[in-house]
């Protein structure tokens, strides 16, 4: 009876070691330790769920190792290594060991660039925003709206992005839609940092003179910058366009020569904030006609997932589609976002 109690005890210390050791700790520069579960890392913060709390969000740089050991996860780094195995603490400072079946691998955790259970691998490549804008004024009864959103959804060598927004200006008695853009796209990473590129435009744009704008590209890209807070990339190659005037006047398929660059910059510690910055330049050969599209977005956290927003944008085009109609044109929008990842 002794020897069966004694092997019932044993059992029960066995499972308690065990159930210890499947909980995901994060072990902080400070000698801390938390143990719960990690929900995910991205943007150089991990959303963690400790044991008898609410969800918090540490940032990656105040973490000296970490245990992601609960179930499998799928770490990417910013070289565009992804992984797939259970992460361990270790001895160094800033590391972690990422161990699947025989292999080991050494991730520094400052290169995570995201990391998530495996099980929640499709609802994890998701992340986006969407943003609202609204100014009245009684005088004039005037009154203008604007929208934003985006979704991107990344998996191993491909990102694809839906982005949206329009502006609209209303009275009493009038609705017009000032501004449009609908934006798909698709890069395809063959490397680490060289991808190719294919994407589908719809713009509308009337202070140009413009009633729509279809657009198809190909390209290829690079991206040049790749750090936990800062990436830039740049890509040309070639779009043809079909354009229909305010005044109804299509122009059959024209063919551009573009280019693109794109600078994002991403702040954790408070204020937190991030800045997108894209310019794009159109060439055309045959109308000797040159266009610029560009965006600068700046976002301020104000409460979790929550941002304010502001917005510039600019457009020139050196021939717009109706003569006589203005070659440039500018905004400035603010708004409210809100932001899933």
Request: one cysteine or more; charged letters at 20%; proline letters at 2%.
């Amino acid at each position: 009876m002794k020897k069966i109690i004694l092997f019932c005890f044993f059992l029960v210390l066995i499972s308690d070691s065990f159930s210890q050791t499947e909980r995901d700790t994060l072990f902080f520069n400070n000698g801390g330790k938390l143990i719960g579960k990690i929900k995910k890392v991205k943007l150089g913060v991990v959303t963690f769920d400790p044991d008898d709390a609410g969800d918090i969000t540490v940032q990656l740089r105040r973490i000296k190792t970490m245990a992601a050991v609960r179930e499998i996860f799928r770490v990417e780094t910013v070289d565009g290594i992804a992984l797939y195995g259970k992460l361990f603490s270790d001895t160094d400072s800033g590391y972690a060991k990422m161990i699947n079946g025989f292999d080991t691998t050494m991730i520094y955790l400052q290169d995570i660039s995201v990391l998530y259970p495996s099980g929640n691998a499709f609802l994890q490549r998701f992340a986006g925003n969407i943003g609202l804008g609204y100014n009245y004024t009684t005088s004039s009864n005037f009154g203008r709206l604007n929208y934003d959103g985006n979704v991107t959804y990344t998996h191993k060598k491909e990102v694809v992005t839906l982005a949206m927004s329009g502006i609209y200006t209303t009275t009493d008695t009038t609705f017009s839609r000032d501004n449009e853009n609908f934006y798909i796209k698709n890069n395809y990473y063959f490397t680490p940092t060289w991808f190719a590129t294919a994407f589908l435009n719809y713009q509308r744009n009337l202070e140009l003179g413009l009633q729509r704008r279809y657009q198809e590209g190909l390209g290829v890209g690079n991206k040049f910058v790749t750090t936990q807070h800062i990436y830039a990339w740049v890509r040309s190659g070639f779009v043809i366009n079909q354009e229909k005037s305010t005044q109804d006047v299509t122009t059959g398929t024209l063919g551009e020569l573009f280019g693109q660059l794109e600078f994002n910059f991403f702040r954790f510690t408070k204020p937190k904030i991030d800045l997108l910055m894209s310019q794009s330049f159109y060439y055309s050969l045959a109308q000797t006609r040159f266009r610029n599209d560009g965006n600068t977005n700046m976002n301020w956290e104000i409460i979790k997932n929550l941002k304010l927003r502001f917005e510039f944008y600019n457009n020139y085009d050196s021939r717009p589609p109706v003569e006589g109609s203005s070659q440039f044109d500018f905004g400035v929008l603010f708004g409210i976002s809100y932001y899933f990842y």
